[in-house]
């Protein structure tokens, strides 16, 4: 069982606090402004959000409105969590989490087909220490809260090492295989601008320029074309943090249409024009 270390830190300790806190996220006025409704019909097709990883209160009202989308869709057969490692090698674990909502579990069977296929192998040490997965379940089992003990889940961190093609290869055909239905989830902070973060590219109208360069990065994830998103993460050196979970999951489902629901920066909410950093809720289809 891994035991959460960013509860009390990104998110309440208590459920009644936690459920407090999450609410007050999609009330809030950068949120959605109201709770998911409950959804009508069956589960869409495949698809992805894009949501930040920092702490609730500040990045949780961004987040609201891509895990509203999720919600009023329908609850799928496996979440797929996609993060990214500054280890040199890839993995997947199959240890249950625990929140303070209970525990999340994984689907058992996605990841032992997913290692059969030798494309990325089980590793649950090297999640000791990453916060982008655990970020997101509270408000995965907010989302899916009348399904919250059905949840299951396939977590994964991405380093260079894999065959991107091919892992979305495997993804897709287990999927198909198992008969299941997906939501992918990939959390990232766009930008982080300042000297606290190491990144001073810009000495006048930082706040501005930082939105200028996010933008070109969703104009490209908009198009949907993954290698083009990549070079411009390159080729501009965005200081970003999972810019590999966004390739991936483009390689995934092919997106027909991107919405980019909500975008700011934490210099919006404290005034810190120093040293910031963005957010941005996006929903893949």
Known sequence: MRKPKLSGVYYAAAPTLLDRQIQECFKNERGPGDLPIKPKGQTPEIQCIIVPKYQYDISGPCAAWSYKQISESGAPDVIIILGQTDKEYSGYSIEPFETPYGIVRVDQVFARALGERKNIQENNAMFDDDEQIES??????????????????????????????????????????????????????????????????????????????????????????????????????????????IVLAMLIIKPKKVLLENYYTTADVNEDYKNFISFAAMVLK
């Open 136 to 245: 997101q379940l509270p408000l995965i089992q907010f989302a899916y809260k009348t399904q919250r003990e059905q949840i299951k889940i396939m977590p994964i961190l991405l380093s260079t090492d894999v065959n991107f093609k091919e892992l979305a290869v495997d993804i897709k055909e287990i999927l198909l295989e198992q008969n299941k239905k997906a939501v992918i989830i990939v959390p990232t902070n766009f930008t982080y601008y300042g000297s606290n973060h190491g990144y001073v590219p810009f000495g006048e109208n930082a706040h501005k320029k930082v939105y200028e360069l996010d933008k070109g990065a969703f104009e490209l994830i908009e198009k949907g074309n993954p290698t083009d998103y990549l070079g411009y993460v390159d080729d501009k050196a965005m200081n970003t943090d999972n810019y590999l979970g």
